[in-house]
């Protein structure tokens, strides 16, 4: 029986594969399992008995109506070539092996999509649906998103990805997945599969790790908070306002996006530059006299573009720099802080300078780095930064932002390898 059931199984495995099964056949299309050392070695094995148990099994197979078998120079019982299926037979097939035809559970999962077409209207949902439906409509595979035999749980993916899209107001991936699954450990399980549909059919998450572009949509794993030092006078908690001067407080302050309706700069401090900073270890490193400095790690998240957009209400004379990476990965997440924040953001060492200077640190390009590299250079969008990428390009190098030496308020210099 193991060998039937094999052989079944691979026939209509190549029977859902071909043309055959959705009609579209304009020749004679034979479905057959080739009898091989790659599909049955032990068929080969001169010590196995198996040899004589795959020949009852094709003759069982032949009985029965299913399948008849090729052999070798016509020689019956000598050596099996191939079996071929009968294909007015499939049918019955399926119901002997307990299987569910592709075709039936394609419609099953285009009944799905039909309904949640007005349901789920949001940008991601929407693309996924409409791509899912035009590949179940032609007979191609999307086993890398569904699992065809559970059309509710395609259901529940979908569903969750508009929510998702639709969620306002901050909440945590436990607390999310019991209102979506009415179970706090269901999205964790998902949240890998869901990250790569918002990667693949959003047009701004293609880079970004999912924790990331969940963040977008205010759902942390964590506590979300904004990392800020240097100069600069926060009021929080109005009417009963108390003052934080971050001048006192040399690390900064970690400031939770709850708290952050309530703050409110004060213009009695002067600041002359507002700098994000791509690193966490440069960010407590870092200096900077008359200056605010923001922990961004990484790509922002709507909390931390909201923080910096009041910040440019109230400083608006200020130079909005960006220090990060002189990777692509630095330069991708400089362009997006641009264009998701409307600050007219410059480059902070970031430049060829800074390449010549800490050359001994530099890192060579990988060939994908190469690859989006390509991207970035054609690219209009990041036309002020390409003389530093065809620098990096030419040079074949790259610079992590821990490796630039920091001078602090002390005038110490803490370069890369050296401890204080």
């Known amino acids: 029986m193991k060998y039937e059931e094999r052989i079944l199984q691979a026939l209509l495995d190549s029977y859902e594969r071909s043309r055959l099964s959705r009609g579209e056949n304009v020749v004679?299309?034979?479905?057959?399992?080739?009898?091989?050392?790659?599909?049955?070695?032990?068929y080969f094995d001169e010590n196995s008995s198996a040899y004589e148990e795959i020949h009852g099994a094709a003759g069982h197979l032949e009985e029965m109506g299913y399948t008849h078998s090729v052999w070798k120079g016509g020689k019956k019982n000598h050596i099996l070539q191939k079996i071929v299926l009968c294909d007015d037979k499939v049918d019955e097939i399926y119901s002997y092996l307990g299987r569910i035809p592709e075709k039936r559970m394609q419609q099953a999962q285009l009944a799905v999509l039909k309904a949640l077409k007005d349901e789920c209207t949001t940008p991601v949902a929407g693309r996924?649906?409409?791509?899912?439906?035009?590949?179940?409509?032609?007979?191609?595979?999307?086993r890398e998103y569904l699992n065809l035999e559970d059309a509710e749980g395609s259901r529940r993916l979908i569903r969750a990805i508009h929510a998702i899209e639709t969620n306002q107001k901050e909440t945590y991936i436990r607390e999310f997945s019991v209102r979506c699954f009415g179970d706090s450990k269901e999205l964790e399980k998902k949240v890998g599969?869901?990250?790569?549909?918002?990667?693949?059919?959003?047009?701004?998450?293609?880079e970004m790790d999912t924790d990331v572009i969940l963040a977008e949509y205010s759902i942390y794993r964590t506590p979300n908070y904004v990392y800020v030092k240097g100069s600069g006078l926060l009021r929080i908690g109005a009417p009963n306002a108390y003052e934080i001067d971050l001048r006192n407080l040399r690390q900064g302050i970690g400031l939770s996006g709850e708290d952050l309706v309530s703050l409110e700069w004060s213009e009695d401090v002067p600041v002359k530059r507002i700098i994000t900073i791509e690193n966490l270890t440069t960010f407590f490193r870092w200096e900077e006299s008359d200056s605010i400095l923001i922990y961004l790690g990484g790509y922002h998240n709507a909390v931390r573009r909201k923080f910096l957009q009041k910040l440019y209400r109230v400083f608006p004379y200020a130079e909005y720099l960006h220090f990060g990476d002189i990777d692509v990965g630095g330069f991708e997440i400089y362009r997006d802080l641009c264009r998701?924040?409307?600050?007219?953001?410059?480059?902070?060492?970031?430049?060829?300078?800074?390449?010549?200077?800490?050359?001994?640190?530099?890192?060579?390009?990988?060939v994908n780095d190469r690859k989006r590299l390509d991207i970035l250079l054609n690219n209009e969008e990041y036309e002020k930064v390409w003389p530093v990428l065809n620098y990096m390009r030419e040079h074949g190098e790259k610079l992590e932002q821990e490796s630039i030496s920091i001078e602090g308020k002390s005038g110490l210099i803490v370069k890369r390898g050296e401890f204080l």
């Open 28 to 42: 004679a299309v034979h479905i057959s399992f080739q009898i091989t050392p790659k599909t049955i070695p032990i």
């Open 128 to 142: 996924f649906i409409c791509w899912l439906d035009e590949r179940l409509k032609q007979g191609k595979t999307v």
């Open 193 to 206: 599969l869901i990250g790569k549909i918002l990667r693949r059919f959003s047009q701004d998450f293609e």
């Open 340 to 366: 998701r924040t409307g600050i007219p953001f410059c480059t902070y060492n970031m430049g060829i300078s800074e390449l010549e200077q800490y050359e001994q640190y530099t890192k060579k390009l990988t």
